[in-house]
């Protein structure tokens, strides 16, 4: 039996991997999902797996089976790929995110759909496909044991597409709900834990020195966490994860995730707004405690790529201007910008419904503005969010940042993360000719009808 695993890639990122000006090798996180699925395959079934962003889909090699995983902005492209293969015959399944949320529409493009985690339920479709059954929507009545999990075969991607093929899973799922983040709405606000142990002689097979933890909260459980950083200090591993801000309140445990080869955290800061932080339900930092924060991973050699948002509905056309001078001032290293996106599955998507303006759900990439802002018109809103992604992004901010990283403790270890990624963006703010501008030197607040100005006194913006 031949199966095909297909990550689809949607408007820009299609081949992007082949890019050079973007910097020709990518972060890919999202192939993990398929790996996980290609570990659970029948030995006897030969696999090729695809990643659209760097190759072509070699829609006439022999195959009896096509799955493909799909974020919610690579939906239509995963239908489109579907009703092709299905078109000559080809059974196709349906599986990840947007199909477990969506599971109703999925199924009208499909054979089947795997909804939720794939462990302890692909076997059963592979099995089914073979006999000529695949039917409905498959789902497993309890998750996965994380114990039980099988190594993802790595040899199935081509390492020279990406910055690593290492993409490591200690943990599963994070306990905050936040109520904007489909990854508290696909685990239903749960962290589940692989063993210590595992997790470890698994990193210690990796031939290379750097990986990346893709765990949506690593430290969520600080206990687990000081247990895996004191195991995988030995190995003398570099490693990148994504955390909260909360780690900050413990320097040990920092200090600990630094000596064990941590040079890089992704962190959600999302905004610079308390009220914005309550209205999602995001309780696991506070505003107050950024700056703290940061220099903490940054008296220990770790650099700090922020997530921020813009968007929310405490949000006006003063926030882009005001969050670039606050993410100078911290000294953030990187940064990824993005809109605020109501995405299907998490209760934002329900509050906001009557709000949104597009359902096109290519558009929900995070760089579209698919609903109605409340502190601004949705034209201003995408041209802040271009404009602070450009002027972050200027070669002079860039080389700014990294003397500063030169001046900080372990900088040649942190060093060339830092660069990596600031280059990587670089890149992909020429390559897609981002440009945008501030709204609030348009004096957008001005002309903007009384009903989406933001309500005066229910917003506050701290100090940090």
């Not at 997530?307 to 606050?326: E, K, N, Y």
Request: charged share 20%.
């Amino acid at each position: 039996m031949n199966l095909m695993l297909v990550a689809p890639a949607s408007g820009p990122w299609r081949h992007i991997g082949r890019n050079r000006l973007f910097s020709g090798r990518i972060f890919r996180f999202s192939l993990l999902s398929l790996l996980s699925v290609a570990a659970e395959t029948p030995p006897d079934v030969s696999i090729r797996l695809v990643d659209e962003q760097t190759d072509d889909i070699p829609w006439n090699d022999p195959v009896d089976l096509v799955g493909i995983s799909a974020m919610t902005a690579a939906a239509p492209r995963a239908y489109e790929i579907a009703a092709r293969f299905r078109r000559h015959g080809v059974p196709v399944v349906l599986g990840g995110m947007h199909p477990t949320f969506c599971s109703d529409e999925a199924i009208q493009h499909a054979d089947a759909v795997v909804a939720g985690e794939a462990e302890g339920v692909w076997p059963l479709v592979v099995e089914d496909a073979r006999a000529g059954r695949l039917c409905g929507i498959y789902r497993a009545h309890t998750p996965p044991d994380l114990a039980r999990l099988k190594r993802p075969p790595r040899h199935l991607l081509r390492s020279k597409h990406y910055s690593t093929v290492h993409a490591i899973q200690a943990t599963r799922g994070c306990p905050h709900n936040c109520a904007f983040c489909s990854i508290a709405a696909f685990n239903g606000g749960t962290q589940r834990r692989r063993p210590v142990a595992d997790v470890v002689a698994e990193v210690a097979e990796i031939p290379n020195r750097f990986l990346m933890f893709v765990d949506d909260n690593l430290t969520a459980d600080r206990v687990y966490a000081r247990s895996l950083f004191e195991a995988l200090r030995p190995l003398g591993k570099h490693w990148m994860m994504q955390t909260t801000l909360a780690i900050a309140e413990d320097p040990d445990l920092v200090g600990l995730a630094a000596e064990a080869g941590c040079v890089g955290v992704f962190v959600g800061m999302e905004t610079f707004n308390e009220t914005n932080l309550d209205a999602v339900n995001k309780t696991c930092h506070h505003v107050a405690q950024y700056r703290e924060a940061v220099r903490q991973f940054h008296r220990h050699g770790i650099g700090v790529e922020a997530g921020i948002i813009f968007g929310f509905d405490c949000d006006d056309a003063g926030v882009f201007a005001r969050t670039l001078s606050r993410l100078d001032e911290l000294e953030i290293d990187t940064v990824l910008v993005s809109i605020f996106t109501p995405l299907p599955g998490t209760p934002q998507f329900r509050e906001m419904e009557s709000r949104i303006l597009d359902r096109n759900w290519t558009h929900y990439d995070f760089h579209h503005v698919v609903f109605q802002p409340r502190g601004m018109s949705p034209e201003s809103l995408k041209a802040g969010h271009d404009w602070v992604t450009r002027e972050f992004y200027r070669p002079w901010r860039i080389a700014r940042r990294l003397a500063r990283a030169a001046r900080r403790p372990a900088r040649l270890r942190m060093l060339p993360y830092s660069a990596a990624i600031n280059m990587a963006f670089l890149g992909r703010v020429l390559r897609w000719h981002i440009r945008g501008w501030n709204p609030a030197a348009e004096a957008d607040t001005q002309t903007m009808p009384a009903m989406v100005r933001p309500t005066a006194g229910l917003c506050r913006t701290l100090p940090v």
